[in-house]
Every structure is written in structure tokens, then in C-alpha cells.
């Protein structure tokens, strides 16, 4: 191709996938901490509280009281490459690219905090990515997660002359692929321990119960999930939300109490959290560290977490199959 002098370089046109994760601190400190969840939690579609009540208690006591608490929890589960959110969110970008034979070019952002979305965007359209698929990673649509990832793209898009061409990933909560995936990792992580649990519990992320009745398909996706697990698995799975935050009323059953109830049984449990990518404070610290104490503070015999589906194969092979899907037309 020639171009007249002077015109600026156009790159070839190629196709981009864009990971996009909840987001993480830069570091395991309160400062970092604070700057995360000041972003995160200023959010209008994570806390549906008028910014004018919410602000006072978000600067005045959350800000002042939760990053402390917090940085000593991620300091338990701080990995060599940083927050393990991050980590295994850039290697799940690196596995990808492989299995389209390098036919698209893969990178992460996070929705708060670095790499943010703007500027991740940005370095496919300059690498000649056209073509973009946005994937929300959360198997399960809600307002909180997937489509405050739209917003934040669609912000950036306003910014832009020239617009990349949009797809965005689907919530995958009932596809087969997804069931296949979870049904593989969960049977892999059973068969590598030395009991047979009493109860296989999916700890979900909890959302103020109002958000349900508001609309949000959030719960009833959960519970399908879990529903088309079960029946795939052939056993049954209890269902539990987690990590509960401020003083409204959260989506119940709550994770610690259901966990207590188990211990008070003197049951053994296996747990996993299906409606999380990747591995990150809320599984590692809440439910693999914090939920095993509580477990067997209250009696309870054996506790297994069994991990995220994170970039392991069988997760790889499904958002494989669900992104060729969303490809169509552009591969
Ligand atoms: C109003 C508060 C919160 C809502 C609503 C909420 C929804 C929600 N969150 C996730 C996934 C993740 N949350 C993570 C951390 C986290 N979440 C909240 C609060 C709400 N989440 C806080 C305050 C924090 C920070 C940690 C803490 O101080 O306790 C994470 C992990 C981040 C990490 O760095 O590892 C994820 C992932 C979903 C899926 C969801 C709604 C469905
Ligand atoms: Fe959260
Ligand atoms: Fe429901």
C-alpha cells in the first residue's frame, strides 16, 4: 500500500479481544487500597445510594476505616506478580491467543484501577484492532459488574474520532460450555482430595436484595447456574452468597452463616465460586482463609475450596468456544 507523504501510518486491520475484570489495588497497602475502593465504590451502579447521602459515609467512615482491614487481607493473598485478580486475568489474555492460532490480538483491562479501559482500547486500535470483543468476565449479568463495563467503554468511545467496531460478550451463565467447564474443574478439584465432602456449596458474590426486585437478573442467573451444575454433576449443590457489604439486606442464604450451619453439623464441605473468573481477595482470603476458620470454629470436620476456573484448561476451551461464537463473521 502507498500513502502520500506525510500521512500517518495505518496499521493492518486485525481483530482484538478485551478481558475486562472487576479491578484490583496496585499494592497490598491502605493508600493503594483506598484509591481502589474510592473508585470502585463511587460507582452510581455498585452503590445505588444519592452520591449526596453516600459520599459523607464513603469518605467520612469507609475511606478512613475499611483500607486497613482490607490491605491486611490482600497481603495474605499477594502473589509474586502482584494481586492474583491481576495476575491470573493478564495470564488467561496470554492463553488465548494460541487457541485462534494468533488470528486476535488479546488484552485485559480492569474496570478500576490500571490496566484501565480507555487506554486498553487505545493499544488495540493502534496494534490495528478494528474489530473488538468486549468481554465482561462474570458469567452472570448484573448492573454492578457488566454493565458498568458498557458504560466505562462507552465513555471511552466518546473520546474517540475513529470508533473501533463493537461485540460484546454475552453473560454465559446457563451455556453448555460454561456448565462443561465448571463440571470438569469441580469434578478435577473433588478427585484430587482424600475425603468425599458431606456438601458441595457454590459461594456466589452477594447484591442488596432490593436489586433483584428492581429487575436485576443477577440471582436468578446464579441459581440457574447452579441448577444446570447440579443436574450435570449428579449431585446436589447448596447455594450461598458472600461477602456482604454495608446494612441493607443482601441476597440470601450468606455464605459465613450457611458455612456455620454445616460446622454446627459436624458436616465436612467442599466450596467453590463459580460466578468468579478468577481467583482473588473474595475466594483466597474470604472463603479459602476467613470461611475455613469459621467452618471449623463451629465443629465442622474436613474443608476443601476448590479454585476458579482462572486460566486453566478447562476455561480456556470455553471462552474459546464462546468467543469464536461471538466472532462469527469477523474470524
Ligand atoms: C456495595 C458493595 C459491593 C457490591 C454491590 C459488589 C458486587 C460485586 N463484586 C463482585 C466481584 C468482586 N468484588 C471484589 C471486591 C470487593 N467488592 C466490594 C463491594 C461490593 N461488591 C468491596 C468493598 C471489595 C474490595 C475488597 C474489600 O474491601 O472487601 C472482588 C475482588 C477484587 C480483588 O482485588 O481481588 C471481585 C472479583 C461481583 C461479581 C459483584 C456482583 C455480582
Ligand atoms: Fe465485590
Ligand atoms: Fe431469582
Redesign the pocket.
Known amino acids: 500500500m502507498t500513502l502520500p507523504p506525510n500521512h500517518p501510518p495505518v496499521a493492518a486491520p486485525r481483530i482484538g479481544v478485551l478481558l475486562v ?5 496496585d499494592a497490598p497497602d491502605a493508600p493503594s ?1 483506598r484509591r ?2 474510592a473508585e ?2 463511587s460507582d452510581r451502579r ?2 445505588e445510594i444519592p452520591q449526596i447521602l453516600w459520599q459523607p459515609i464513603l469518605r467520612g467512615i ?1 475511606l478512613t476505616t ?2 486497613k ?2 490491605a491486611h ?2 497481603a495474605q ?1 499477594w502473589t509474586e506478580n502482584g ?4 495476575a491470573i486475568t493478564h495470564a488467561q489474555s496470554e492463553a488465548l491467543p494460541p487457541l485462534f492460532g494468533d488470528a486476535v490480538q488479546v488484552a485485559y483491562a480492569m474496570r478500576y484501577g490500571k490496566p484501565a479501559i480507555g487506554p486498553a482500547i487505545d493499544a488495540l486500535m493502534a496494534a490495528g484492532c478494528q474489530r473488538i470483543l468486549i468481554a465482561p468476565m ?1 458469567p ?1 449479568y ?1 448492573a ?2 457488566t454493565a458498568t463495563v458498557v458504560d466505562a467503554v462507552g465513555e471511552h468511545l466518546k473520546t474517540l474520532r475513529w470508533q473501533p467496531a463493537l461485540r460484546y460478550l454475552p453473560p454465559y451463565h446457563d451455556d453448555a460450555a460454561y456448565i462443561g467447564a465448571l463440571k470438569a474443574s469441580v469434578d478435577a478439584g473433588l478427585a484430587a482430595l482424600d475425603f468425599t465432602p458431606d456438601v458441595l456449596l457454590a459461594s ?5 436484595e432490593r ?1 433483584l426486585h428492581l429487575g436485576d437478573p ?1 440471582h436468578c442467573q446464579c441459581r440457574k447456574t447452579a441448577r444446570l451444575l447440579s443436574e450435570a454433576m449428579g449431585r446436589p449443590i447448596e447455594v450461598a452468597f458472600q ?1 456482604r ?2 446494612r441493607a439486606k443482601w441476597l440470601e442464604p450468606a455464605t459465613d452463616t450457611q458455612l456455620e450451619t454445616f460446622g454446627r453439623a459436624g458436616q465436612s464441605v467442599a466450596i467453590f465460586a463459580p ?2 473468573s ?1 481467583d ?5 482470603e ?1 472463603l479459602a482463609i476467613r470461611g475455613k476458620e469459621q467452618f471449623e470454629a463451629a465443629g465442622g470436620g474436613r474443608f476443601a475450596y476448590l479454585p476458579c476456573l482462572n486460566a486453566d484448561t478447562p476455561g480456556m476451551a470455553m471462552l474459546e468456544t464462546l468467543m469464536r461464537r461471538e466472532l462469527a463473521g469477523w474470524l
Open positions: 475484570n472487576l479491578g484490583t489495588p487500597v481502589y475502593l470502585f465504590l455498585v452503590v469507609i475499611r483500607p482491614k482490607s487481607a490482600y493473598v494481586s492474583p485478580l491481576a462474570y452472570q448484573c454492578a459488574t456466589f458474590h452477594g447484591m442488596p436489586t443477577y461477602s457489604f454495608g460466578g468468579f478468577a482473588c481477595l473474595e475466594t483466597l474470604e
